[in-house]
């Protein structure tokens, strides 16, 4: 299989899978436990959690690990709200992943208003509708670090400023980000941000949420007293670990990765861009470094994607998540809202470091086979 397909989920780092087994076989102690097996658990998760905050310059202190990321921006805003003092308004984007979205829609139906900002035709946030939106009646502002469909990397600095100059809470969902983009809790200037190991060669079903230091939070999976008795439940060591390898590792590698990975990008997305009737989605320049995302004339998503897949190639129209609805992403909608979308067909290739210069040759001459057929087949 060519895959083409990294925004879904990357593969397991042999490193990573090797720093886990011990955990998954011999050292299976529970961390809560007080004997020399269960140090050992606990010293293992403590490592893994420094190396986590290294990553994104915070303090091991400031990272709390769940299940991933849909459980971090889950807890971040219901968190968050079960905290406040009084302030009930949200403020965040069209564009943001359903873990972020469906619980706005949960709260807007408990009486929360939430509003959710416009994204211009790169999908960017527009920092003066923000500035227009962001009041003193403002809980949380949440803003996703990079976009999980076209790429694209959001003002999330300056929309923390204003976010902190009307008193209110900045969360970014950094999972696309991290581990593929320089990412810095403090540099960003935001109080919450989330992550999941799976996006950057870890394991799946892990991930945290980094909490500034000071910030009023509540817990939402309740129960013992693990994670500073904010996040309940034996810790999932074997993943933690996983984790904490991972990102160590993608830190390391991330320059070199990102200019290989990159190069490959823009190589797929040159050839893809001389074919007739194919554009690129999403910002030029501030982009996640392996993704490409195109709209294509004459053709249908998910015929598209059936016949890349006959060809041994895996890519997505959208997110994963929403893959097998042939609806146009909320994402497309919502930047390009006059758009006609019958007869278009929306790709996402995204790459990684383990993608090969042969597998772009290999795909561009099956889209080049599979755009070709089908003009003449009109
Ligand atoms: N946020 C974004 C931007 C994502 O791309 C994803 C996964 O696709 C998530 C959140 C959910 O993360 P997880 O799969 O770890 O629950």
């Not at 190396?51 to 921006?73: F, R």
């Not at 929309?159 to 403090?186: F, R, S």
């Not at 034996?234 to 996983?242: A, K, M, Q």
Request: aromatic letters at 2%; one cysteine or more; a negative charge.
């Amino acid at each position: 299989m060519i895959n083409f397909d990294h925004a879904a989920t990357t593969p397991l780092r042999k490193e990573v899978l090797e720093a886990m087994l011990p955990y998954l076989t011999e050292q299976y102690a529970n961390a809560s436990g007080t004997y020399a097996a269960a140090r050992q658990t606990r010293s293992a998760i403590d490592r893994a959690r420094r190396s986590i905050a290294e990553a994104i310059g915070a303090e091991p202190g400031e990272i709390y690990l769940t299940s991933g990321g849909t459980e971090a921006d889950n807890w971040a805003l219901v968190g968050a709200l079960r905290a406040s003092n009084g302030r009930r308004r949200i403020v965040t984007t069209k564009i943001e992943h359903h873990a972020i979205l469906s619980t706005c829609a949960m709260l807007e139906a408990q009486g929360v208003e939430v509003v959710y900002l416009n994204v211009d035709r790169e999908g960017r946030v527009d920092c003066c509708e923000a500035e227009r939106e962001i009041n003193t009646d403002t809980l949380l502002v949440s803003v996703m670090l990079a976009n999980n469909e076209v790429g694209t990397i959001e003002p999330v600095a300056e929309i923390a400023q204003i976010a902190h100059a009307n008193g209110a809470l900045m969360h970014t969902d950094a999972v696309q980000a991290v581990g593929h983009i320089p990412v810095g809790l403090h540099a960003l200037g935001v109080d919450l941000l989330s992550m999941s190991a799976h996006k950057f060669g870890g394991p799946k079903g892990v991930g945290a949420l980094a909490v500034r230091s000071g910030v009023r939070l509540q817990g939402l999976i309740l129960g013992g007293s693990q994670e500073r008795s904010l996040r309940a439940g034996t810790e999932n060591t074997p993943g933690i670990v996983g984790m904490g390898e991972a990102l160590r590792m993608a830190v390391k590698e991330m320059e070199e990765a990102s200019r290989y990975t990159r190069a490959l990008r823009d190589n797929l997305a040159e050839r893809l861009l001389s074919l007739p009737g194919v554009r690129m989605n999403g910002s030029r320049t501030e982009r996640l470094p392996g993704n490409a995302h195109f709209t294509i004339e004459n053709q249908d998503s998910s015929l598209l994607l059936a016949r890349l897949d006959m060809a041994g190639i895996a890519a997505s129209a959208g997110s994963a998540c929403t893959s097998g609805i042939t609806e146009r992403s909320h994402v497309l909608r919502a930047m390009f809202p006059d758009e006609t979308e019958s007869g278009l067909a929306d790709l996402r290739l995204t790459l990684g470091a383990d993608n090969t210069p042969e597998e772009i040759e290999s795909a561009c001459a099956v889209l080049n086979r599979i755009l070709g057929e089908s003009k003449e087949s009109i």
